[in-house]
């Protein structure tokens, strides 16, 4: 049962997907590409978490498990220079300097960076049951392994509060919110983390399909 749940997730991240594909042909891709990537990603995490108890724990599940790790690593915190992009096209005229460019893709790339050197020196990836669903869950709760996701969510409900001031949009606040909210229980309660990132990837898609609509201060 918790297994189709986890289908649904995956269904519902492939439709958000979509909906960012046809934004990223739309705009070029300046604004919906990454929120696109991510979705997808989740579709593959969601599927193999769906798949796990049919599978069974060993070689083949753990293998179909470790890119979920290194998606996660690498992917997450591209959302730090997507973020500061947003942010100057939303009209904040600092986010627009050079120093603002060159240090969010230099924080990106250090929790890149982080996060990858725990996946291949750190990680402790172990097979975990769950109301009747099996993944293979990172049992080695480092600092490298949480800051990638602590410091990219953190930016984006920064941003997010910032365009519900400058711009009444809270279509980015209220998801990060909820999945700043439901962090925390995603340990005892998987799905809901899982079903966090679904309403966390909605905002992500609805500011890209947004974004051109934010008013430029020139």
Same mark, same amino acid.
């Given at each position: ?93 600092? =986010?627009?300097? *050079? #120093?603002?460019?060159?240090? !969010?893709?230099?924080? /990106? @790339?250090?929790?890149? %960076?982080?996060?990858? &050197? ?12 769950? =109301?009747?669903? *099996? #993944?293979?869950?990172?049992? !080695?709760?480092?600092? /490298? @392994?949480?800051?990638? %996701?602590?410091?990219? &969510? ?21 998801? !990060?919110?909820?999945? /700043? @909210? ?37």
């Amino acid at each position: 049962m918790v297994s189709a749940i986890f289908a649904a997730l995956a269904a519902g991240q492939l439709l958000l997907g979509w909906q960012g594909l046809r934004r990223w042909r739309a705009d070029g891709g300046r604004f919906a590409a990454l929120p696109t990537v991510l979705c997808l990603a989740l579709v593959y995490d969601n599927t193999v978490i769906a798949m796990g108890s049919t599978l069974g724990p060993g070689p083949m599940l753990e293998t179909l498990s470790a890119p979920r790790f290194v998606m996660h690593a690498m992917l997450t915190p591209l959302l730090i220079p997507w973020s500061r992009d947003v942010v100057a096209r939303a009209g904040l005229a600092a =986010a627009r300097s *050079l #120093r603002a460019r060159v240090g !969010a893709w230099l924080l /990106a @790339a250090i929790l890149i %960076v982080t996060g990858v &050197g725990h996946f291949y020196f750190q990680l402790s990836a172990q097979p975990t049951w769950w =109301a009747g669903t *099996l #993944r293979y869950s990172d049992t !080695a709760a480092t600092f /490298a @392994a949480t800051a990638p %996701v602590l410091v990219s &969510g953190l930016t984006v409900l920064i941003v997010g509060i910032f365009l519900w001031q400058r711009h009444s949009f809270a279509g980015l606040a209220v998801p !990060a919110f909820v999945m /700043a @909210a439901v962090a925390g229980l995603s340990t005892s309660v998987p799905v809901l983390g899982n079903t966090g990132e679904l309403v966390f990837d909605a905002g992500l898609i609805a500011t890209a399909r947004r974004s051109t609509m934010f008013t430029v201060d020139r």
